[in-house]
């Protein structure tokens, strides 16, 4: 498998993490960062910074880069189980709204949300949601620097998938995944490998490093010195401070910290709002980010919300040998600095991994056009030979790092998404049966009309006159010789007429009609006088009918033998 590389755009720092897939491990090759400036235009200096990624990195077409901020929604929305094509055009309004409502074209992808134990059969879609100026402006900066990227992926999606890869899954529990960026928090709720909820949030370190300014009366970078090297938000009763510089940064610190923690807090109600999950409650919250590596904030965290909180270190599941000296130290010394652009490099190789994928209009049809024709053959062509070549590598690849844990609750979560597939199909099949039953209801009547007509016209004597057809539903005994039996209704074509004969003769009439029918129709009709009466008319006599004509007699003979025959088995 190629080299993936995944470009976590922060806004103190751009984080790269380049590698390669090996069966469940993924081997890391490189792992640096690129400062970004802390003073002026954030979107500006990001911008800038990523420039410089070419020097460091070289071309890497293909890359998938981090979306955060308030430039990018994610919201959710219940749909009742569809067709992909028809949740396609669902969502394509829904953003159309959000377009109108916001002024300028918006670029949306979007995936399903397994909630395990929901009480609705409604289907919930996590939509993200990005104003376009603003992804063009990243994409174009990256293309620029390394070559074409994939696409843009959300960073709490790509949180969760570095999880998936590199994180130990507690059983049954609810763990609460945050990322403390500079500007941003990604917030994952996960659990036993199945996303349940994310959120980005448009806040984060930075608020930080302005008290420490303000208190200190300093510039942004020189009070980021400050705070990384003072910072301690352990609770009071456990604090021990080794200067009283450090517990003045301490009380600088301690008012935009609860803001953090009360952030954490309501995205754990919406979660338990928006899931329909009651019993939700956090059983364990792991911290990653640069913001995660100020002194004394998990036991800040773990006295607001009563739960162990962690640091999340995606070491497990990884091979770093093949990484630089330099890199290699810088990466193990502080893993969770790393974990969105490790998700986001790991997004496109993981079959489990959650997906949603945004680029911009442009590039979105460019790439239509490419691959609409001899491109989808050699596309497919090209995917064979890579998936020969992977499964020859996996097969030279010996894996004894002890991990048949993980692989076993790996295939335990892919048969449970494959169940799930199935019943859902399973109901599509049902709905499909229901509207074909219905359907065949609807045109049974006008058939069995038109399929009389066809037969009267075909058999009926010159001096037999139809007067009247009728279409009735009788309700018949199944069994007639036993008048206790259950009765089902029958669809029945009555014909009214008369014969303008002696009585004698309109009964032979008749019954050579009967007989024409039903050879007319290989005796797959029942044919039926209901009644005959005999009238006088000037010169002749005149016999009036009503036949009874049962177009689906062979059809409810056939099905009947058949029961029979499987009862006779059984």
């Not at 939700?280 to 739960?307: E, Q």
Request: proline residues 4%.
């Amino acid at each position: 498998m190629a080299q993936v590389v995944g470009i976590d755009l922060g806004a103190r720092a751009i984080k790269v993490v380049a590698g390669k897939s090996k069966g469940p491990i993924f081997e890391v090759h490189r792992a640096f960062s690129v400062p970004v400036a802390l003073d002026g235009d954030p979107e500006s200096n990001l911008l800038e910074a990523a420039s410089q990624l070419n020097s460091e990195l070289g071309k890497a077409p293909g890359a998938r880069y981090g979306l955060s901020g308030k430039e990018l929604i994610i919201r959710y929305t219940k749909v009742p189980p569809v067709p992909l094509w028809r949740l396609k055009l669902l969502m394509d309004f829904e953003v159309r709204e959000m377009a109108e409502q916001a002024g300028e074209p918006l670029a949306c992808d979007y995936n399903l949300v397994h909630i395990p134990g929901a009480e609705s059969d409604d289907e919930t879609v996590l939509v993200a949601v990005v104003k376009e100026p603003f992804l063009e402006a990243r994409h174009s900066a990256i293309t620029a620097a390394v070559g074409e990227p994939k696409a843009g992926t959300p960073a709490s999606l790509s949180l969760f998938n570095a999880y998936l890869q590199a994180g130990e899954l507690y059983e049954g529990e609810y763990v609460f995944l945050v990322d403390l960026g500079h500007r941003s928090v990604e917030i994952v709720l996960q659990r036993d490998g199945e996303l349940l909820f994310a959120r980005n949030m448009a806040t984060g370190g930075h608020l930080l490093t302005e008290a420490v300014g303000q208190a200190f009366n300093v510039g942004l970078d020189e009070a980021e010195r400050i705070k990384e090297q003072y910072g301690n938000v352990t609770p009071k009763g456990l604090a021990s401070y080794t200067s009283g510089q450090e517990e003045r940064v301490a009380n600088a610190l301690i008012g935009p910290v609860g803001q953090l923690a009360s952030i954490i807090q309501s995205s754990l109600a919406f979660a338990r709002a928006q899931t329909g999950l009651q019993d939700l409650n956090a059983s364990r919250i792991l911290v990653s980010g640069g913001g995660a590596n100020l002194r004394g904030l998990p036991d800040y965290l773990k006295s607001s919300f009563g739960c162990p909180v962690e640091r999340f270190e995606p070491e497990s599941g990884l091979d770093t040998s093949s990484l630089p000296a330099d890199e290699e130290a810088a990466f193990l010394g502080d893993p969770g600095r790393f974990a969105v652009a490790l998700g986001l490099a790991v997004s496109g190789t993981k079959e489990d991994a959650f997906l949603v994928d945004l680029v911009p209009e442009a590039v979105k049809k460019r790439r239509h056009m490419m691959t609409r024709t001899v491109f989808s053959w050699l596309a497919a062509a090209l995917a064979m030979v890579v998936l020969v070549l992977h499964y020859t590598d996996l097969s030279s690849e010996a894996d004894a790092t002890g991990k048949a844990l993980r692989d076993a609750r790996g295939l335990a979560s892919k048969a449970n998404r494959k169940r799930k597939q199935f019943e859902k199909f399973q109901t599509e099949i049902n709905r499909n049966n229901e509207e074909i039953e219905a359907l065949d209801d609807l045109s049974r009547p006008g058939w069995a009309l038109c399929r009389t007509l066809s037969l009267l016209q075909g058999s009926i004597p010159s001096e037999t006159w139809v007067e009247d057809i009728d279409l009735v539903r009788r309700a018949v005994a199944i069994d007639l010789d036993d008048p206790k039996s259950k009765k089902e209704v029958r669809i029945l074509v009555e014909v009214k007429g008369i014969v303008l004969s002696a009585k004698s003769k309109a009964e032979t009439a008749l019954g050579a009609l009967q007989r024409s029918i039903q050879k007319a129709s290989n005796n797959e009709v029942a044919v039926d006088l209901t009644s005959v009466s005999t009238r006088d008319v000037p010169g002749s006599k005149q016999v009036d009918f009503v036949m009874t004509i049962d177009v689906f007699h062979a059809e409810r003979e056939a099905r009947t033998r058949a029961e029979q025959i499987e009862e006779g088995g059984n």
